[in-house]
């Protein structure tokens, strides 16, 4: 397939995880992608893995939560590319803690990184997707934004806001010709469930020592023989940020193996 020749990617949470291999699947098919991830490592190793591509890629270091630098960080990245076609939104954190004992600080980033940064995104790449081809916008929801996860008040939250602004976008955006839908990625193995680092803007679940695990006993996918890959998402992504996908907008995709019936 070549669904992305001679279309313009901008790919948050892009130096690893399910951000990183969309960046891949979207170069696979031919796109022109911006990679962008608060990390340079993790940004480093996008570059190492698209070893074949990289007349097509190029990065930039943003942190979405910051403001100034997502207005700076895209608007180098539109000018890089010559406009915009695609935004994919899969920069997040997670932090698992007791609610009880969860500080405000801890509750207010994760809103912050993965609500906030989604806004900042798509605010500062709007009037380019405006003047793009056929535009899209792929936002990261998650299957805890309408199934119960145990100790993850804050990434439920964050998530569940992104699934409803990704509603309202849909309507506000759509005589204009943009697209925005969501993917609810569950039971993916990937940088955040598995516990990366801070570097990669993801920090592993660390759920606490004494949780309850008979409260997870319903998170596990019906089919295979356990978590899927990133790849299972990216996709997904890039299906419905391509024109396969032009008649799809305002609603979520649930990605989790059959978790979730």
Known sequence: MNRYADRRVIVTGAGSGIGQATALRMLQEGGQVVAADISPEGLADTVAKAAEHQDRLSTVQIDVGDEQSVV????????????LDVLV??????????THQTSLADFEKVLRVNL?????????????LLEGEGPAVVNFSSTSAEFAHPYMSAYAASKGGIQSMTHGLAAEYGKQGVRFTAVQPGSISSGMTDGVGE??????????????????SGLMPALGQGFAGPESVAGVVAMLASSDGAFITGTSVRVDGGTHY
Do not use: C, Y
């Not at 700076?72 to 406009?83: E, F, W």
């Open 72 to 83: 700076d960080g895209v608007r180098s990245a539109v000018a890089g590319l010559g406009g």
């Open 116 to 128: 906030v940064g989604t806004f900042l995104m798509i605010r500062e790449s709007i009037p380019a």
């Open 89 to 98: 939104n899969a920069a997040g954190i997670l932090r698992s803690s007791h």
């Open 199 to 216: 570097s990669k803007q993801s920090v592993g679940p660390g759920i606490p020592e004494d949780a309850d695990w008979s409260l997870f």
